[in-house]
């Protein structure tokens, strides 16, 4: 739990400092890491299932997602980025959808190609 708890630090430090907007509109710190952060204790713990908090966020990036393909890629990228940073369960991850109900925006593997 202490590993997690570093490393979602060390991402805020790490986004706090290289990321701004991106494109003019989505900002991965601003609009995603406090999203996908919730989902960590799923995708890179052993909690059952993911939290409340974490769907509510992933149905919100899943609808800002959907308006425009520009904020999609961005999205993508950004999501592509902080997994780096862990090592994420991608048969977990792959729930996230079904058990969130919301519809993928990006590839749900290792390096997703977000073109």
């Given at each position: 739990m202490a590993k997690i708890v570093l490393t979602l630090f060390a991402l805020a430090l790490i986004l706090g400092q290289t990321n701004g907007d991106?494109?003019?509109g989505v900002n991965c710190e601003r609009d995603v890491?406090?999203?996908?952060?919730?989902?960590?204790l799923f995708v890179l713990a052993q909690d059952p299932k993911?939290?409340?908090?974490c769907c509510v966020g992933l149905?919100?990036?899943a609808k800002t997602a959907a308006a425009s393909q520009s904020d999609r890629k961005v999205l993508c990228d950004c999501i592509k980025y902080l997994e780096k940073f862990g090592i994420v369960n991608y048969t977990k991850a792959?729930?996230?959808?079904q058990l969130?109900?919301?519809?993928?925006?990006?590839p749900i593997e290792p390096n997703p190609d977000c073109s």
């Open positions: 991106v494109n003019g890491l406090h999203l996908v952060k919730p989902c960590s993911p939290s409340e908090e149905q919100s990036l792959k729930q996230l959808p969130c109900q919301f519809t993928a925006f990006m």
